[in-house]
C-alpha cells in the first residue's frame, strides 16, 4: 500500500497560533500515521494583498483580544509563549532559510523551523535579522557562509514568491493552516477536526 | 451568598457560527452554574466599521473555507445548518424584536432568539422581513400588531443602535462572543476555555 497522502502545515513564523501549531503538529500526524509536510509562507500576502483585511495586531479591537486568547491557549496546552515580543517582526529571512535547507536536508529543515519558532516566541530574538537566521540554521548544520549568500540572492527571493503564491492558490489565507486529502483546516483550533477527520479514514482503510 | 454573574452571550442572527452557539450556550451554562444572558447585535458595526474589515462572506478565499468549516462543525456538533441560505440576510428586524420582548418577558425574548436562528439557519426563511418576524414573536406570545408598529418606530430603532454602541465598548467584535468574569471569548470553539475557566473558579470558590 502506498504511503497515505502527508499533512501540509503551512505557516507564517511571525503567526503566535503557528507557534502553538509547531508544538502540537507532530504529535497529531503520529497520532494519524501521517507525516506532516512544512511549508513556511507569507500569510500577509494573502491578508493584505488578496483579501483585503489588515494584519493581525493592527487591527481594532482584535489586537487586544488576541493577547488574551494567547494567554489562555499557552495555559491550555501548556507551551509557554512571550506576549510582548515583536508581533511586527517580518520572516522572509527565516522563510528563506527554510527552502533553501529543505533543498539539501528536509529534516534540518523541519528542525531550523522549530528553533526559529522557539527564538521569536520562546526567546524573544529578532529573526527578521539574517544573521540571527544563519545562527540558527548553523545549530542545524547549515554551512553559515553559503546561507548568508543566498539569503542576499534574487534566486532564494524568487523561491519564497514561489511558494506563497502556489500556498495562495491552494486557498490557503491563514495561520496555521493545514491540507490533507482535500480537505482545508485553518487554525490551531482546527487541529482536533483534521485529527478526527483522518481517524475516521484510516478506521475505514 | 449572591448570584454569581450571567455569561453574556453576544450573537447576530446572521452568524451561522452564533447558530452554533444558540444551541451550546444553554448546556454549558448549565454545566458550570451560570445564566446565559443573550444580547443580540449587528456584527458588521464593528466589524466594517471600527475594524474596517469586510464582511466574512464577502471575503475572498475565506468565503469557500467557511461552508467547508461550517458543514465539518455541523457534523461536529450533530446539528444541521442550512448551507445555501442567505448569507447576506441582515438580522435588524429581529434584533429589535428581541428587545422589545426582552423589555415585556425575557424568557420568550430568547424562546424568540432560539425561533429567529432556526427560521434562517434550519428552515431558511427570510429573517430580514418584519412580517417574518412578527410571525416568529407571535409564537412566544407577542401582540403582533403591537410589535409590528414598534419595529416601524425610531425607538425600537435608537435602542438597538445603543445595544450595538455599548458591546463593542465592551470589546465585542465577533459572533458569537462571551464576556464573563472580566474575560473575553471570541468564537464557538472558545466555550471550551470558557466552560474550562468557569470549572476551575467554581471548584475554589
Tied chains: 1, 2.
Excluded: C
Excluded at 483580544?65 to 506576549?83: K, N, Q, V, W
Excluded at 528553533?115 to 540558527?136: E, H, K, N, T
Aim: hydrophobic fraction near 45%.
Amino acid at each position: 500500500m502506498a504511503e497515505p497522502a502527508p499533512i501540509d502545515f503551512y505557516f507564517d513564523f511571525i503567526s503566535p497560533y503557528a507557534y502553538f501549531a509547531s508544538k502540537l503538529i507532530g504529535p497529531v500526524a503520529a497520532r494519524v500515521g501521517r507525516r506532516a509536510n512544512w511549508r513556511p509562507f507569507l500569510v500577509g500576502v494573502p491578508v493584505i494583498q488578496v483579501m483585503g483585511l489588515r494584519p493581525l495586531m493592527e487591527t481594532p479591537l482584535k489586537s487586544d483580544y488576541i493577547l488574551e486568547d494567547l494567554a489562555r491557549l499557552s495555559r491550555h496546552f501548556d507551551i509557554p509563549i512571550l506576549l510582548d515580543t515583536n508581533f511586527a517582526s517580518n520572516s522572509r529571512a527565516a522563510a528563506r532559510a527554510f527552502y533553501w535547507l529543505a533543498d539539501r536536508d528536509a529534516r534540518a529543515a523541519e528542525e531550523f523551523a522549530r528553533s526559529a519558532f522557539d527564538a521569536l516566541w520562546r526567546d524573544g530574538r529578532d529573526i527578521s535579522d539574517p544573521d540571527v537566521v544563519v545562527a540558527l540554521a548553523g545549530t542545524v548544520g547549515a554551512d553559515g557562509r553559503q546561507l548568508a549568500e543566498a539569503l542576499r540572492g534574487e534566486r532564494l527571493r524568487q523561491r519564497l514568491i514561489d511558494e506563497v503564491t502556489a500556498a495562495v492558490a491552494r486557498g490557503v489565507f491563514g495561520s496555521p493552516f493545514f491540507l490533507v486529502d482535500g480537505a482545508r483546516y485553518w487554525g490551531t483550533d482546527r487541529l482536533a477536526h483534521l485529527e478526527s477527520a483522518l481517524k475516521g479514514s484510516a478506521d475505514s482503510s
